[in-house]
C-alpha cells in the first residue's frame, strides 16, 4: 500500500509535520523511533483496518517545530494538538522506542484518549542492571549488533542508513536523532514510572527477546507498572521486532488491536 | 602583540598503548586504571612552577581552561588554578581564564561569582573567558541535553553581564536560571566588568556574539596557524560585515610552540612529546565530538562542508612524520630566528594580536617545558611584541589591572 504523504501545519506554521496516512477505520496513530518515519509491513497490515496516521517527530527528518517543544511535557501537549487537528478524539497508539515512550507519556497523561496501546521496546525507563546504551556515543557501525538478532541478515541489510560520503544526508540523520536526544539526555529516564498508574488503556509490550538496546528486562517493569498490560517476547527478535519477525510481531499485534 | 602562556595540564605519563588500548582520551578512559593521584600531584606542582615561571621571565599573560574527564587536560576548575597564581605572580601578568564553560553551571550566577572573587583577588588582572565547551565536557560528562547547549550558554552570558552591571538584587526569570534575588557579592573590580574572552572552535555564532558585544575571539585548536586561517577570515569576514574595526587585538589564537637552539635540536628535544600529544591527547572518537544537537544547523552545514584538519594531523601521525607536522603548521619548532619568523608570518596572516602559546606539550617533562618557555620568553617573544605597531590600535581588551608592557628585566634581556 502506497501512504499519502502530506505536511500538516499546526499552531499557525509553527509546526510543518510530514505525515504519512493510508487506510479507513478507527483512528490509529503511530508514533516512530529514533531512526525516523518509514512506511514499514506493520503500518501496511495495520492500515487494512484502521486509518492510520504516522506523523514524523518535530526536528526528525524534513519536519519543523522543534524550538516549541522544549520538554516531555510539550511534546505530550503538541500530540493533544495534533490529534485535535486531526479532529481524532480517541485513537490506539502504536509506538516503537522512543515513539514507545511518547505514546506511554500521551497515554498517562491523556487516557481518555488512548483506546489501546501498543508499545514496542519503549524507552522511557532506567535499570542501572541494563543501562540502556548511548547509541549517539558509539561507532555507528556497532549498532547493528545491538538492534538486530541477527546483525548480519537480509533485515539488517535492508534498514536504510545515511551514506557516510553525502554530507547532506548525515546531516539530516544528525538532526533527526538531536530531535530525539532533545527527550532522552543523557538517560531516558524521565519519570515515567511515576505516571505509568494513570495508564488505563489496554496496553501489549512487544519485545524482541534479542533486543540488546532495550533489554527485554524493561518489559517486565512496564507490565508490572500498567494496569492492564501484557508483554509478549518475541523469539529471534531484536530491537526492531516489527521488521525482523514481521509476520509473529504483526499478528500479536493486529489480533490485539481487533 | 601579546604573548600568552597556556597550559592544558595534560596527564604526561599515558601508556605506550593508549590509544591502541582505550576508546578515548576524554570522557571514558578509566580512572582508577589510569589516572595516579601521586602523578597528579607532582604534575600540579610542576604546572603551576611553570606558570609562575612564564610572569617571572615576562610573559604578558598566563591562561588557564576548563575540561572534565579527559587525560590532556585535568583541569576541572581552572578558577583554583588561577585563585593559586594569583598570588603568587608578582610580574602582574594577565590571568586568563578561558573559560568557564557557561552552560554547565545551574545557576550560572556561581560563574559571576569565582570570577569576580578572581579578579578582586588578582587586582584587576582577569580576563573571563567565556567558552562555549565542547561537546565531550557540556553534553557527555556533564550530561547537558545537546540542543540546551547552545540557549545554556546564551542565557547563562547574559545573566552574569546583569549581575555584574545592574544594581541587585534583582529578580532574573530565564528558562533554566530562575533567581529571585540577584546580588552577588562581590563584585569584579575592573568596571564595567573583566573584558570578555570568546572561546571558540569555529562555530559561526561565536564570531557574530564576539562582534556583536565586543569581546575578544579566541580560536583554541591544536590544528595550528595554517588551518586557522579559513576560521580566522570567516571572523574577519564576519567583523567587516557586522561593521567592526579589523583591530588585531580583538583576536587570539593557540599554537604548539617548541623552541631550541637549532631546528634539528627542536626535533630531537621534542618529537617524542609532540607525537604523545597528536597520538593520544587527541585521541577522541569523532562519535564525542560532535553529539547530535550540539551545533547548531547553521554551524552544522558550515563545518560539514569545512575540511578537517584532524584527518591530515593523523595521517602525519600514522607516518610518525615530524617534517609534516612542522611543514603543515601543527607546531612551530626550531631555532629561536625559525619559530619567531613563522610566529610573525602566521600572526600576521591570522591578524591576531593575542598569542596563545602553548609551550608545555604532551608528555614534555618538566625541565624541558622551563627550557622551552625560557627560550621563547628570551629570544622570541621580544621580537613579536612589536608586531602590530605601527598600525597604532589600542588593546582594549586587556585586564585593567595587568602589567601592559613588557617588563624592564625582559625588555633587557635578562
Known sequence: ????????????????????????????????????????????????????????????????????????????????????????????????????????????????????????????????????????????????????????????????????????????????????LQFIWPLPDKGLSKRLYRLKAPTLLVWGTEDKLVHPAYG????????????????????????EQAERTIGLITGFLS | MKSIFFHLMPYRDLPDDFEQRYESVWVTPPNQELCDPVKVTQYYQWNLDELELADQLGFDGLGVNEHHQNAYGFMASPNLMAAALARRTPNKSAILVLGNTLALYQ??????????????????????GFPVGTSMDVNRCYGVTPTETRPRFYEAHDLIIKAWTQPGPFAYNGRFNKLRYV???????????????????????????????????????????????????????????????????????????????????????????????????????????????????????FVLKSNTPAERAAAAMARDDWNALVDGGFVIAGSPDTVTERLIEACKSLRVGNLIALLQIGSM??????????????????????????????????????????????????
Request: aromatic share 10%; glycine share 8%; net charge negative.
Open chain 1, 1 to 180: 500500500m502506497q501512504p499519502d504523504e502530506s505536511v500538516l501545519e499546526l499552531r499557525d506554521g509553527r509546526f510543518k509535520i510530514r505525515t504519512l496516512q493510508a487506510g479507513s477505520g478507527d483512528p490509529l496513530l503511530y508514533v516512530h523511533g529514533a531512526g525516523g518515519l518509514f512506511w514499514d509491513p506493520l503500518l501496511d497490515a495495520l492500515a487494512a483496518n484502521h486509518r492510520v496516521v504516522a506523523p514524523e517527530h518535530p526536528g526528525a527528518g524534513e519536519s519543523q517545530g522543534l524550538e516549541y517543544v522544549e520538554d516531555l511535557w510539550d511534546l505530550v501537549l503538541y500530540y493533544n494538538e495534533l490529534l485535535d487537528h486531526l479532529g481524532i478524539d480517541r485513537a490506539k497508539v502504536v509506538g516503537h522506542s522512543f515513539g514507545g515512550m511518547v505514546a506511554a507519556e500521551l497515554a498517562c497523561n491523556n487516557p481518555e484518549r488512548v483506546e489501546r496501546l501498543v508499545l514496542i521496546a519503549p524507552i522511557g525507563l532506567w535499570r542501572d542492571d541494563h543501562p540502556v546504551p548511548d547509541i549517539s556515543g558509539m561507532p555507528p557501525e556497532r549498532l547493528p549488533e545491538l538492534v538486530f538478532a541477527d546483525p548480519q541478515g537480509p533485515v539488517a541489510a535492508m534498514l536504510p542508513r545515511p551514506d557516510p560520503n553525502d554530507p547532506e544526508a548525515l546531516f539530516r540523520a544528525s538532526m533527526t536523532m538531536a530531535s530525539v
Open chain 2, 365 to 414: 617533562p618538566h625541565e624541558l617545558t622551563k627550557q622551552n618557555i625560557t627560550l621563547f620568553a628570551t629570544e622570541v617573544m621580544p621580537r613579536l611584541r612589536s608586531l602590530w605597531q605601527d598600525e597604532g590600535w589600542e588593546h582594549k581588551w586587556w585586564p585593567q589591572g595587568a602589567r601592559q608592557e613588557a617588563p624592564a628585566a625582559a625588555v633587557a634581556g635578562e
Open chain 2, 107 to 128: 545557576p550560572a550566577l556561581r560563574v559571576a561569582e569565582e570570577f569576580a572573587m578572581l579578579d578582586c583577588m588578582t587586582e584587576g588582572r582577569l580576563a573571563a
Open chain 2, 183 to 301: 546580588n552577588p557579592w562581590p563584585l569584579p573590580l575592573q568596571k564595567p566588568h573583566p573584558p570578555v574572552w570568546l572561546a571558540g572552535g569555529g562555530s559561526i555564532e561565536t564570531y557574530e556574539m564576539a562582534v556583536n558585544h565586543d569581546y575578544t575571539y579566541n580560536f583554541l585548536s591544536f590544528f595550528g596557524y595554517q588551518f586557522a586561517k579559513k576560521v580566522m577570515d570567516t571572523f574577519w569576514e564576519t567583523a567587516d560585515r557586522l561593521g567592526a574595526d579589523r583591530n588585531p587585538y580583538r583576536a587570539g589564537f593557540a599554537q604548539q610552540i617548541c623552541v631550541a637552539e637549532t631546528d634539528a635540536q627542536a626535533e630531537e628535544l621534542y618529537r617524542e612529546h609532540v607525537m604523545y600529544f597528536f597520538k593520544k591527547c587527541l585521541h577522541i572518537p569523532p562519535y564525542f565530538m560532535e553529539t547530535p544537537g550540539y551545533r547548531t544547523k547553521r554551524s552544522t552545514e
Open chain 1, 220 to 243: 517486565e517493569d512496564f507490565a508490572a507498572a500498567i494496569a492492564n498490560a501484557r508483554l509478549e517476547l518475541v523469539e529471534g527478535a531484536g530491537h526492531l521486532p516489527q521488521l
